[in-house]
């Protein structure tokens, strides 16, 4: 129907007998569980290592080299796909228990693990953990529910895992999903979602008209609020199944340019919200498109294992034990990238694999 109606907005009259959607959909059904994310994840697992290896161990870096960096911005990638690919799971199983279970499981056992880790090595290196606020701060941790604690205030560059503060917005994301499709009738969801978009997408500017108030941006950045409109925006463009347009399967060596282009254009506002939120929007649909160009490509590099999850978590404890101990000066990027991949995957390999094999008929 909205096919049909767009044909008569448009008086689009493409072939006798050939529809709108025929034009914009492959001829044979695309396969939503063949891609590339896993590969996508890694490559902005890693980006994302770059940028706090420079922002953390206040390393120079040119103006040029930062923004370049930032066409495949770690954090928003992320968002994106795990909107994309959890609504998508939802979708082919609504159960609630099993929902919740299976997110439980991919994200939970990681972490808890990484927090071990944590304690025990900062243990070693001189943190006292016999103290009240430890009995507060430990099942925080375990819940999902990240801070750094006073005692550890000081211990590196002032944060005890800085890439932990995604979790508990990740994990907002999860409670949330099932709300909209609960509120919002399954066959109305998607025209809710452009609106929806659109109101995330204002409190984003909203969150930075007033980033400088003493302590706001703080609380706000940490809730789901000022990044929930990119998890929308892989809601809604899984909702839409763009995966099987022709525009998109196969097409990532087009999109790629128009990245670029985009980028070049606009290269003295790329510091700006108003380029944030346009570019994000080419981005998610790159992001898809690269994910099925070559669709088995990921399954081929990393035979199924999906280490950025590990690679994430644990690549913050690597840079400030570096900075407490003093070693900034003998350790170079492609160190700090080594040894996050190596523990990113002897966390997939004995922690986190295991643990979601026992998911239940889920897609991701």
């Known amino acids: 129907m909205i096919w049909s109606g767009l044909e008569d907005i448009l008086h689009i009259n493409l072939d006798p007998g050939k529809t709108i959607s025929q034009f914009f959909f492959m001829k044979e059904q695309v396969k939503f569980n063949v891609n590339n994310f896993d590969l996508l994840r890694l490559f902005a ?23 370049l960096l930032y066409l495949f911005p770690g954090v928003p990638v992320f968002f994106i796909i795990s909107g994309y690919l959890i609504s998508g799971s939802f979708e082919r199983n ?13 994200i939970f056992p990681g972490l808890w693990c990484c927090i071990i880790v944590t304690i025990v090595v900062f243990a070693i290196t001189g943190v006292d953990f016999f103290n ?10 375990l ?20 890439s932990l503060w995604t979790i508990p917005v990740e994990l907002q994301f999860y409670i949330l999903l099932p709300i909209l499709y609960f509120v919002f009738n399954r066959g109305k969801l998607t025209r ?21 108030i003493h302590g706001f941006k703080k609380i706000f950045w940490h809730s789901f609020l000022p990044n929930f409109y990119l998890f929308l925006l892989g809601v809604l463009l899984q909702r839409l199944q763009v995966y099987n347009w022709r525009i998109i399967y196969n097409r990532g060596l087009y999109w790629l340019p128009a990245c670029l282009s985009f980028f070049i254009i606009f290269y003295h506002y790329t510091e700006t919200p108003i380029y944030a939120i346009f570019y994000n929007i080419i981005l998610a649909f790159s992001l898809v498109s690269f994910a099925y160009t070559l669709p088995d ?16 978590i644990y690549h913050g404890l690597i840079l400030t034990v570096i900075v407490q101990l003093k070693l900034v000066s003998h350790i170079n990027l492609f160190i700090v990238i080594a040894s996050s991949y190596i523990l990113g995957y002897i966390s997939w390999k004995l922690i986190e694999r295991p643990f979601i094999k026992l998911k239940r008929r889920s897609t991701v």
């Open 94 to 106: 609504n159960n609630y228990r099993d929902y919740f279970t299976n997110r439980a499981l991919r």
């Open 45 to 67: 697992a890693t980006e994302v290592i770059a940028d706090h290896y420079y922002q953390h161990l206040n390393l120079p870096i040119s103006e040029l080299s930062l923004k």
């Open 143 to 162: 819940v999902g529910f990240i801070y750094t604690p006073s005692f550890l205030i000081n211990y590196g560059f002032g944060s005890y895992n800085g």
């Open 192 to 212: 809710w979602l452009f609106v929806l978009i659109a109101v995330f997408t204002a409190i984003f500017l909203f969150n930075h008209a007033l980033e400088n």
């Open 132 to 141: 009240k606020e430890m009995i507060a701060w430990l099942p925080s941790q």
């Open 297 to 312: 490509t990921a399954k081929k590099l990393l035979c199924k294992n999906d280490i950025s999850y590990g690679i994430y």
